[in-house]
């Protein structure tokens, strides 16, 4: 019995290594990697744009890089990485118009899919993340974008998803996800999702993020649709004069209340320690 459960962890643990993530960016001391690797059971990590995070010294990277075509002007950009890439993220919240997002008509997406399809040959290939709002219904941005691209024989091998909650309420957050599945037929991968309301950025708490990061978590490795998740994000995020209490670590790398949240709740998932026992 007991080598049987040790094999049956074995095969679990490449896929509770590669689920869990994080979006991050450099701090000021361009140290974000060397939190990335020392964090237990981290899987992989995104930066927005299609290059790894940059550092000064030289340091052994282990944590999977995804690099994501942000907006049009990134299709021109390199990819650059250390490790092997496996996966593309394409398009931020297209739907969006802020400095932060991509701001592309469906029709302009669609056209620019195929140069997507050639920069992402041989890899995974995710949908736009749209906005929470712009993903579910048959007017909304994604809705249109995949229906049409469904009928090119375009290639969309996962969903990207944005989930934004301003209450906390981790059942409602599987719902939208089971809905998300329901409507496209795809594997999930949730790029970004925190608690936090951005029309009043200074409003909630670190405990409260932490809550539901765990209680998010714990829902997501539980639904076998869903691929991977990265909370947004590992560092602190400036908004509208204030910064919202969801940011993992300090510009110090100093662990918030939600940043030992999610170290403890990865931590007893087992991710990338368990799949190093293998």
Do not use: C
Not at 37 to 54: K, M, N, S
Not at 71 to 77: F, G, I, Q, T
Not at 151 to 168: E, L, P
Not at 180 to 205: M, N, Q
């Amino acid at each position: 019995m007991f080598f049987l459960a040790v094999w049956l962890l074995s095969l679990t643990a490449p896929a509770l290594a590669q689920k869990a993530g994080i979006g991050a960016w450099e701090n000021s001391r361009y140290t974000t990697i060397r939190w990335i690797e020392d964090h237990p059971a981290l899987g992989w990590y995104y930066t927005w744009r299609t290059d790894q995070l940059w550092t000064g010294r030289p340091v052994s990277r282990s944590v999977e890089f995804v690099p994501m075509i942000h907006s049009e002007r990134d299709l021109a950009a390199a990819i650059r990485s250390d490790r092997p890439v496996r996966a593309l993220l394409a398009f931020n919240e297209p739907d969006g118009h802020g400095a932060h997002q991509g701001g592309l008509s469906v029709a302009r997406a669609l056209a620019l899919w195929p140069q997507v399809e050639a920069k992402g040959r041989g890899l995974r290939i995710g949908s736009p993340a749209v906005t929470r709002d712009g993903t579910l219904g048959p007017g909304s941005w994604q809705r249109r974008f995949m229906t049409e691209a469904d009928r090119r024989g375009y290639r969309i091998d996962f969903m990207a998803v944005h989930y934004y909650s301003t209450d906390g309420d981790v059942a409602a957050f599987r719902r939208w996800l089971q809905a998300v599945h329901r409507a496209y037929r795809r594997p999930i991968w949730v790029t970004e999702f925190a608690l936090v309301d951005w029309d009043r950025p200074g409003a909630g708490s670190y405990a409260a993020s932490a809550a539901f990061l765990e209680g998010a978590v714990r829902m997501m490795e539980g639904l076998p649709f869903v691929e991977r998740h990265a909370w947004f994000a590992a560092n602190p995020y400036p908004w509208k004069g204030a910064v919202p209490k969801i940011n993992l670590v300090d510009d110090h790398l100093r662990p918030t209340p939600a940043g030992q949240a999610f170290r403890r709740v990865l931590s007893e998932l087992g991710g990338r320690e368990i799949a190093r026992s293998d």
